[in-house]
């Protein structure tokens, strides 16, 4: 089964954003990671959907399953810029 995380960030008095990062989705044969942001007002969402099933990863399979995760760890990295001032 997918999990799901959301995570709802209210934005102080002040603050508003200045860019989100794009929603993202990616799906191989290791399985399944998409992360989605949604901003009304000053909240913002994030949906994040994965399902990595437990699997043995063969020594033939092991660099595009490494690709896979960097993959991940890339989109679990990006970043939502702010400034100050502003809605």
């Not at 490494?66 to 760890?73: E, P, S, T």
């Amino acid at each position: 089964s997918v999990t799901r995380n959301v995570i709802t960030i209210t934005l102080a008095p002040g603050l508003s954003v200045a860019s989100l990062p794009k929603s993202i989705s990616l799906q191989t044969r290791f399985g399944q990671y998409s992360m989605q942001y949604k901003r009304e007002g000053r909240t913002i969402t994030l949906t994040r959907d994965y399902k990595i099933p437990a699997q043995e990863i063969k020594t033939r399979d092991y660099q595009n399953f490494k690709i896979f995760c960097r993959a991940v760890d890339d989109m679990e990295a990006r970043t939502i810029k702010r400034k100050s001032g502003g809605n």
